[in-house]
């Protein structure tokens, strides 16, 4: 008789790193603090050198294969599925920028410039990255859209090639190591006097974004089932297997069959719901944006920058575009999103590995809002197609 494997989940481990950190920070010598935090210096520099490739293999990947299917619908299924996304993100702009400054506190902000300086690795490793941020950007969009304009497939199976290749590198290389990554920088922060600070702002901010993420649902299943006229509650309660679902896994594509199930609940028809369920599980991300959108403006505030809506306006715009076929992994998102963060925000290294911390910590709550508010989408194009699909038959009738 075979056992079942136990198998620890990724959130489980990154908080055991958190807690391993604190302890090794607060209680265990600077010299071994600091082979901790060497690993992280190295794990960091191969991060930086990571991301424009992480961008080209996946903005590219993603832009090319948006290029094809079914023309108009498509084009009006990613449209909507990147308003919901661009709303999600000013939302969360808003609910920050009004909460936030109660959070974190000028004492907050203080405690993190007063903090005492890093410790240093003991030795660091230079990778420079091939690209700028920027540069990897648009050689991205250049490149999806050539492709998609051209209709190649040999080229087309270069860039899913290539982005198979990144995230291998993110599921076998990245993800295992985080962990430890997170020891150091944990360890770090408790040595410095930080963490203390850092959670006493972030705990309350997840109740934010936990909350911002749950209006948003009501919010686009009000939209999806005034357009569609269905019922509201019921189609929520129908949603209820799939929110439970992306809870549990933290990943849009294993919760697709639970999903396209929930969709024949709200009586979606099959053609409709086979084609947008799928599709939006990469291109609608408004959970990771309120996530990322929030917990970018607290990071930004401990640290005394400014926060401003002409400079996060471009960050939520990029922000959307740059998540689109994000891999299929825990934390694929933030991964996807540390070039906006770096090229927009101004994120320095530190920074950008608390993000991932704080974003993976709770990855299942933005997963699971972001497969709910595929339903609304699909509600939405569901009726389009109706509509469309009755203009053509009253069409054809008369001129029959």
């Known amino acids: 008789m075979s056992s079942k494997k136990f198998k620890l989940g990724l959130i489980p481990k990154i908080v055991i790193g958190i807690i391993i950190g604190v302890i090794i920070g607060s209680f265990c010598p600077v010299w071994f603090t600091r082979i901790f935090v060497t690993f992280s210096s190295i794990f960091g520099n191969f991060l930086g050198f990571v991301i424009p490739l992480l961008i080209v293999g996946f903005v590219t990947a993603g832009i090319a294969e948006l290029g094809t299917g079914a023309g108009k619908l498509l084009g009006i299924t990613v449209g909507i599925a990147y308003g919901f996304t661009l709303i999600s993100g000013f939302f969360a702009y808003g609910v920050g920028k009004t909460l936030l400054p109660s959070i974190v506190t000028a004492d907050s902000a203080r405690n993190i410039a007063s903090a ?27 490149l999806g859209l050539g492709i998609a304009a051209i209709d190649s497939d040999p080229l087309r199976k270069i860039a899913e090639d290539f982005q198979a290749i990144i995230t291998k590198v993110i599921e076998n290389v990245i993800i295992p190591l985080l962990p430890i990554h997170i020891i150091g920088i944990f360890g770090n922060m408790t040595y410095t006097g930080q963490v203390a600070t850092v959670f006493s702002v972030f705990w309350k901010a997840f109740i934010i974004i936990i909350c ?45 069959p639970v999903n396209l199930k929930c969709s024949e609940s709200m009586g979606i028809s099959k053609g409709i719901r086979e084609f947008v369920i799928p599709l939006c599980a990469t291109t609608h991300m408004s959970g990771s944006t309120i996530t990322i959108t929030t ?65 993976i910590a709770q990855d299942s709550f933005g997963t699971a809002c972001n497969v709910s508010g595929d339903q609304a989408v699909a509600m939405i194009v569901d009726t389009i197609q109706e509509k469309s699909s009755t203009k053509v038959d009253k069409k054809t009738t008369a001129k029959a």
């Open 212 to 256: 911002c993420h749950l209006i948003i649902i009501l919010f686009q299943f009000a939209i999806g089932c005034s357009v569609s006229k269905k019922n509201l509650f019921s189609c929520l309660k129908s949603q209820i297997p799939g929110y439970l679902t992306a809870l549990g896994t933290q990943s849009s594509a294993a919760t697709i």
């Open 116 to 142: 005492a300086k890093d410790l240093k690795p003991f030795f660091t490793i230079d990778m420079p990255p091939i690209m700028g941020v920027m540069t990897a950007l648009i050689l991205a969009f250049l």
């Open 295 to 359: 917990c970018a403006m607290a990071v930004m505030m401990l640290n005394s920058m400014p926060v401003t809506l002409s400079t996060f306006a471009g960050f939520i715009a990029m922000l959307g575009v740059s998540i689109v076929a994000a891999p299929g992994v825990p934390g694929g998102a933030i991964m996807a999103s540390l070039g906006v963060l770096e090229s927009i925000l101004g994120f320095s290294k530190p920074m950008l590995s608390l993000m991932i911390a704080l974003y």
